[in-house]
């Protein structure tokens, strides 16, 4: 699976923005999906993640009822979509997927295997 981020911009506190992932290859839809976030000097840290059927989510604590993480199998698409953005929501954000989790939905870099580009999400206050 290959993937590609996009949408990331400057938005002012409070604004919104809905990041894309495009996936590329037949499996997209058997692939547990996530989007990841790191700052420079920071470890990566997961932000959102949905199963491949979209049937269970998860968010970090930190963005919950901020955020909504959905994906479109049809497409091959992934999105987040990000409403009243803080500052502290500026970060390079990634988009992953992951193969095999029968003990539930991942939420650990380790266990995502393909990775896209970032997308710059930059948050004025």
């Known amino acids: 699976v290959q993937l590609q981020a996009s949408g990331g911009g400057l938005v002012q506190s409070g604004g919104s923005l809905r990041l894309s992932c495009a996936a590329s290859?037949?499996?997209?839809?058997?692939?547990?999906m996530g989007w990841f976030r790191q700052d420079p000097g920071k470890e990566r840290e997961v932000v959102a993640a949905?199963?491949?059927?979209?049937?269970?989510?998860y968010y970090a604590d930190s963005v919950k009822g901020r955020f909504t993480i959905s994906r479109d199998n049809a497409k091959n698409a992934l999105y987040l979509q990000m409403n009243s953005l803080k500052p502290e929501d500026t970060a390079t954000y990634y988009c992953?997927?992951?193969?095999?989790?029968?003990?539930?939905?991942?939420?650990?870099?380790?266990?995502?295997?393909?990775w896209g580009r970032g997308t710059l999400v930059t948050v004025s206050s």
């Open positions: 992953a997927a992951s193969w095999g989790n029968p003990q539930g939905i991942p939420t650990a870099s380790l266990q995502y295997s393909y």
């Open positions: 290859g037949r499996s997209f839809s058997r692939h547990d």
């Open positions: 949905i199963t491949w059927n979209s049937t269970t989510t």
